[in-house]
């Protein structure tokens, strides 16, 4: 996956890296849970019918592990999101309806940025390590050591640049 995604990225397609960025908010949603008070009367959900006052909890991880919604859900897959995008309804990292995160797009656009970035300029190398272990932010979630990776700077190959009348020579490794 990671050898697909770093030559997508030296091509300009985005088409895997998307799914890729739909893929990891699928299975670590900074925002796990939200909830809402009732404030009409009653209110219908399916088969229930909730009284006003009272809270409904809506779990991204939930629906997001729910095999109903995604074939084999604890399996980290890119390839379900190519050339599809995500239900409204069972992929919900950034919440739905009327009170999706007014920021869900500006955020799309800077994973897709500095995804990009990384891929082209670095090699980031597999590990069999666990998982880091998430801690609360007060309302998100984040990786408790940061978010570790394994990267090395890739070796610059290009030729010299040319700009301005300023002769530019790739920098040394």
Not at 46 to 57: A, F, S
Request: charged letters at 30%.
């Amino acid at each position: 996956m990671l050898e697909r995604l770093t030559q997508e990225a030296q091509g300009g397609d985005t088409t895997l890296r998307t799914a890729t960025i739909y893929e990891v908010q699928r299975t670590r949603p900074v925002i796990v849970a939200t909830s809402r008070v009732v404030v009409a009367d009653v209110f219908e959900l399916g088969d229930w019918r909730i009284p006003k006052g009272h809270r409904i909890v809506v779990s991204a991880s939930m629906i997001h592990n729910d095999a109903r919604f995604f074939e084999r859900p604890l399996t980290f897959d890119p390839d379900r999101f190519v050339d599809r995008k995500p239900d409204t309804y069972t992929w919900v990292p950034f919440g739905g309806g009327t009170r999706r995160c007014i920021g869900a797009a500006f955020a799309q656009m800077e994973m897709d940025v500095v995804l990009r970035t990384l891929l082209r300029e670095f090699d980031l190398t597999t590990t069999t390590e666990r998982g880091e272990r998430w801690r609360s932010r007060g309302i998100a979630a984040a990786p408790a050591r940061g978010g570790r990776a394994v990267v090395s700077r890739r070796r610059q190959t290009a030729p010299a640049t040319r700009r301005a009348g300023v002769t530019r020579e790739p920098a040394a490794a």
